[in-house]
């Protein structure tokens, strides 16, 4: 595919038996948030960090090296927070030694994240000029339970900087201690980092210590990412603040998460399918292998997995590791949306006409009679850069100038008005194929209205994806990106790019897909 290129995909096989599979391979997009970024797959390194080669482990540590307690504790008090160490193997941020135990302390309550700098292996200046380098501030609030550190706000979270890029998608985390942190207890989460204008998604670990009533600065690395112009591995302590307090609806938020540990598919090693080692080759033919993230094949209700792989060890949180979806987008996101409305409303939904939903500001009368149907088969007839309707050139429009100033601008009213001022060509819709990731959002507007004017003011199309579609199949939490609109308006799924799953959610969706 030009422009959407396989360079750091994650690929799984769904099945609904061993007989039949549908390869996913998660493609990129092109408008970067480090656009221009290094792509060197280099990791900062100290004279003092422990041996050992990415994704070759050390023998582990009898206690814990990095990241002590009262450093961290040390630091979240000073003015000013020193260089932090550099990424290290992501088993630092895990339990180390024989002397790990359960938490001594419940974590209930609030943490306010301050703005802060990062380090990066970027040797591009741009960088710090433009906030690629400052991690953003959240605030979030977090319960234990039983040994998982669990965020109760599991979306894209808005950020308190000004000056960052960036936003933070929390996951669930582990609690524990460790008999050299002096009576506190120890937690880690997964997060990722993710920006506005594209689908990258950067993996990233955070641990800290805590006790009852507060907490210490948080150390971070990001050393993976969905993202073949953004390689870059980002590193730093912040300062955090804890407030303990009530959880509303603590049993039911308890009850749910372990719901949704109970609902994850089970994972076996690829090693477990039949002749697993003469299919791999095959399975990722045309891939290099530093760029895969994850793959596998989902068999009899089964996922068969290779890796969580970073540039410094396995992901100790495979399961929440998230992945840039870029075009799948369209397949997991729009598709489903669509089939819902068409199971809800009736089949006439596919026929209904975009102009009738979405105000058309184009200079021509070419989305006069475009459905629903056409766009999402990606034939509106709407274009500039081929008026052969016989050539084969199905991605002239997708590597047209309209996606980039359509990723750049924030708003639905922006983004539509991108959109339309795309030509015309004379067959009109439901002939020609041409790709156009612009036209996807465009088929999200017209869902939103539509699902409006049956349900309301208030109906919002990608939280009835994700209660009715999405929920029942086991997939809790599914962040999306949304438009940036004024005040209290919610914004409309992109739908053309924007989720960010995990490898259990692709299993799920594509199980559901293939059945």
């Excluded at 598919?265 to 003469?278: E, K």
């Excluded at 033919?285 to 760029?291: F, T």
């Amino acid at each position: 595919m030009p422009r959407e290129r396989d360079d750091h995909s994650m690929s799984m096989k769904g099945t609904a038996s061993r007989g039949a599979c549908l390869l996913l391979v998660c493609a990129l997009g092109l408008v970067a948030c480090g656009g221009g970024g290094s792509s060197s797959k280099s990791t900062p390194s100290s004279p003092s960090a422990p041996p050992g080669a990415p994704n070759s482990p050390s023998p582990p540590q009898s206690k814990r090296e990095w990241f002590a307690a009262e450093d961290l504790i040390a630091d979240n008090a000073a003015g000013a927070i020193p260089d932090a160490t550099p990424p290290l193997e992501n088993r630092h941020y895990m339990p180390i030694g024989s002397g790990a135990a359960a938490a001594r302390h419940e974590f209930r309550g609030r943490i306010v994240v301050s703005e802060q700098t990062m380090s990066g292996n970027t040797p591009d200046s741009n960088y710090g000029q433009n906030g690629l380098l400052q991690f953003p501030g959240f605030t979030a609030r977090f319960v234990t339970v039983d040994g998982h550190l669990v965020p109760l706000e599991r979306g894209i979270l808005a950020r308190t900087s000004t000056r960052s890029t960036w936003r933070v998608i929390l996951s669930p985390g582990r609690v524990w201690s460790e008999e050299i942190d002096g009576g506190w207890s120890r937690a880690s989460f997964p997060f990722v980092l993710v920006c506005d204008t594209n689908n990258e998604a950067h993996n990233g670990l955070a641990t800290f210590v805590y006790d009852d009533n507060g907490m210490s600065s948080i150390q971070f690395q990001i050393v993976q990412e969905t993202a073949s112009w953004n390689r870059n591995d980002f590193w730093g302590r912040v300062r955090a603040s804890y407030t303990p307090e009530p959880v509303p609806h603590e049993n039911e938020v308890r009850a749910a998460f372990l719901a949704e540990r109970a609902a994850l598919t089970p994972v076996r090693p690829w090693s477990d399918l039949d002749s697993a080692d003469s299919r791999w080759d095959t399975f990722v033919r045309g891939l290099d292998s530093d760029d895969i993230s994850a793959a596998g094949i989902v068999a009899d209700g089964v996922i068969y997995q290779r890796g969580c792989v970073t540039r410094l060890g396995d992901y100790p949180y495979c399961e929440y590791m998230r992945h840039g979806a870029y075009s799948l987008t369209k397949s997991m996101g729009a598709a489903l949306a669509l089939l819902r409305l068409a199971q809800k409303y009736g089949d006439e939904v596919f026929q209904l006409r975009v102009r009738d939903y979405v105000p058309i500001s184009a200079a021509h009368a070419g989305w006069d009679e475009v459905r629903f149907i056409d766009v999402i088969n990606m034939a509106t007839g709407i274009g500039d850069a081929n008026p052969n309707p016989t050539a084969v050139d199905p991605f002239a429009d997708e590597n047209a100038v309209t996606l980039g100033a359509w990723a750049s601008v924030a708003s639905e009213d922006e983004k539509l008005d991108a959109v339309f001022s795309q030509g015309d060509y004379a067959w009109g819709p439901g002939r020609v194929f041409r790709y156009n990731t612009t036209h996807t959002f465009v088929l999200a507007v017209a869902m939103q209205n539509f699902l409006e004017s049956r349900e309301g003011p208030d109906a919002r199309l990608w939280d009835m994806v994700t209660g009715e579609v999405l929920n029942p199949i086991g997939i809790r939490y599914a962040p999306m990106m949304h438009t940036a609109e004024g005040g209290d308006t919610g914004g409309v799924p992109l739908m053309g790019i924007g989720m960010y799953p995990t490898v259990d959610d692709v299993a799920k969706i594509s199980t559901l897909l293939q059945n």
